[in-house]
């Protein structure tokens, strides 16, 4: 099952790089796609992102204070919510503590 991992800044794209490496090894059947690795050097990035989020019907969204309202995660939320009766779209909520430790 492939899992869409959306982030925008440094904080959450951290947590977002930590999913993706702990995810499969909890369920082997999990297939995170995480932008940043998933994506070539050179490719177009947003038909890549695109096709992955509309051939993806659960996403986890990794927000922080400061990407709550950002454009694209909103982008990337939306989409993932596009068919109601089968996509899932889980929030990473990302505290202050953890924040502190990210330092």
Do not use: Y
Not at 72 to 84: D, I, N, Q, R
């Amino acid at each position: 099952m492939k899992i869409f991992l959306s982030w925008s800044g440094s904080l959450s794209h951290e947590v977002a790089k930590s999913l993706d490496g702990w995810l499969p090894q909890v369920i082997n059947a999990l297939e995170p796609w995480l932008s940043s690795k998933s994506i070539d050097k050179g490719a177009r990035w947003f038909e890549e992102i695109g096709e992955n989020l509309s051939s993806t019907d659960f996403g986890i969204i990794c927000l922080t204070q400061s990407n709550i309202s950002a454009p694209w995660v909103l982008f990337e939320a939306g989409a993932l919510s596009k068919s109601l009766g089968q996509a899932r779209v889980c929030p990473r909520v990302i505290s202050r503590w953890l924040k502190m430790l990210h330092r």
